[in-house]
């Protein structure tokens, strides 16, 4: 996936937790009981798996960067 598209995607995840954290509070529930609300368990999973992504995506990244470099470098051909 595009980093720009996982990005928006963690941010609104984010935004969609916070929104609910905020809606529990004002019900009186305590910061620590929010993962026996269903709803918050899958805005969180949410949440976790597009930061997740977005680790994933940073590593390919890397790793196309580094064969990107070395195939640059190797077009000089050996230096005797």
């Known amino acids: 996936m595009n980093r720009e598209l996982l990005e928006r995607h963690l941010e609104q995840a ?19 009981a929010y993962s026996g609300d269903p709803i918050w368990r899958n805005l969180d999973a949410a949440q976790r798996q597009a930061a997740t992504r977005l680790v994933a995506v940073g590593k390919i990244e890397k790793r196309e960067a580094d064969a990107t470099a070395r195939k640059e470098g190797s077009d000089n051909g050996p230096e005797e």
């Open 14 to 32: 984010k935004s969609k937790v916070e929104g609910r954290a905020a809606a529990l509070k004002a019900n009186g529930v305590a910061d620590d």
